[in-house]
Structure formats: C-alpha cells, structure tokens
C-alpha cells in the first residue's frame, strides 16, 4: 500500500522496491488487494504484457493507518542503521500522505538526496489542506526545496533530529512543516532553527 501511494507501479517494479518478497508472494497478496477493493488491476495489450497496480479510494483511506503504524514502529523499534544497511528513504517519502494531515498548508516541496555516487533523486511532495500526495519524479514547480545526502536525511529522521546536514531553499516555513509531519516520533513537532532561519 505505501508504495503504491505515490501512483500507479508495474509489476515489476514492486519487486523492485519489496527485496525479499519472492514472485508467488507478491502475486498473491497484489491478487488478495485487488479482490478486496483495495488495488485496480490494470492490463496493457502489449507485448510483453504490462500490468499496472493503483490504490483505490478505498485503498488511500488507510494511509493515515499506515502513518500511524510507522509511527508506532518508530517510537518502538528504531535503531542506528548497521553499516549493512541500506535505509530506504523513499519509503518514507511515500508515507508523507499518512504522515501529514496540515489544515491550512498548501504548497509544494521537492525532497532531493544525494547517494554515495553523487546522483540525486527528487521527489515531490504537495500539500494542499487535508490532502497529500507524493510523486517519485521532480516536481515542475516546488515552493520549497530540502537537500541533503542519504545520511543527512538519515539523521534527520533520527531520534535527536537533526537536520543540520539538510540544505533548505525557497519557502522555509513550508519546508519545515512538511520536515515536522515526516518526523515520525511523535512530539518531534518542534520547527527546526534551520528552517526558521531559511524563511
């Protein structure tokens, strides 16, 4: 469910994202959804064959159940990442519509990290009231944007929260929030001085 709230995704491309899960596994549960009402199937006529997974309305209502779920996990079950361990922080970023609930906020933050090669992926996260939605892809318009290497955000989403190694641009304020909301422990909701400087 978490990964499909950023949109539609391939087959192929849950695997990707679920490491461990084997083929049968996937299938059935994507099978078990999809007759529950929680997922749409979609067939492409096309060779070879393409199948698409979206979250329904029904679906999307458990987001805010998701949140909750990693925050509980969060409060309960964080610890330093080995050095083996890769940290997934996209699975975070497809939280954010489970995560932040922000009556009155509207506006859009690309969130960008920087891996150990250099290269950077963005993702768009826009807030508008009640609703969020997240996107894999590099918005065409963010009001804010937040920078940092895999470890910078790592730190961020520590405990102690620290969110000096970020780089924030553009509308503070609007980036805080957002910061504050993905913060999963709960009573981190504190605005960091770094985004209140940036504003």
Known sequence: MRDLSAGPRRFVE????????STEQLRSRLNRMVADGMLT????REVPPRVDYALTERGQELMPILGELARWGYSWAWGEPRASEDVDLGAIFRLAPGLLNEPGVVGTVELSVTDVEGESRAYGVTISGETTTVSELEPDHADAVIAGDA?????TFSP???????EISGDGRLAG?????LALASGRGVPSEHAERAA
Do not use: S, T
């Not at 849950?14 to 899960?21: A, D, S």
């Not at 199937?41 to 492409?44: E, N």
């Not at 470890?151 to 730190?155: E, F, G, P």
């Not at 929030?177 to 909301?181: A, F, T």
């Open 14 to 21: 849950l695997q990707r994202v679920l490491p461990g899960i």
């Open 41 to 44: 199937r979609k067939r492409y």
């Open 151 to 155: 470890d910078a955000w790592i730190r």
């Open 160 to 166: 102690a929260g620290e969110r000096g190694g970020l």
């Open 177 to 181: 929030r957002l910061l504050d909301g």
